[in-house]
Nanobody
């Protein structure tokens, strides 16, 4: 069972940047896809980006494309989300997830972190 822990959230001004980290431990697999989702109060969990662990495949939500970048360090079992040009609408709890398929549906992922809060002020 893979265990995921997010970190790096915080409060930033619009236009600023944050880098989130997701550290994986336990039973990890090279075939896993790593994803980031976010959820604002009263809203459904929203897909942000997914990547193969090697980084050879990535898919971004249109809302974050050209602003967010996913990367990973396989040797550290860690995936990162670099967030630039942040907007107030990016405010949410950000979750990392792992699964055997690349998907935009949260239900396709089998392991989840506890989330880290990102707040963007205007």
């Amino acid at each position: 069972q893979v265990q995921l822990v997010e970190s790096g959230g915080g409060l930033v001004q619009a236009g600023g940047s944050l880098r989130l980290s997701c550290a994986a431990s336990g039973r990890t697999y090279s075939s896993y896809f790593m994803a980031w989702f976010r959820q604002a109060p009263g809203k459904e969990r929203e897909f942000v980006v997914v990547s193969s662990r090697s980084g050879s495949y990535t898919s971004y939500a249109d809302s974050v494309k050209d602003r967010f970048t996913i990367s990973s360090d396989i040797t550290k079992n860690t995936v990162y989300l670099q967030m630039d040009s942040l907007k107030p609408e990016d405010t949410a709890v950000y979750y990392c997830a792992a699964g055997l398929v690349a998907a935009s549906m949260a239900t396709k992922y089998t392991s989840w972190g506890q989330g880290t809060q990102v707040t963007v002020s205007s």
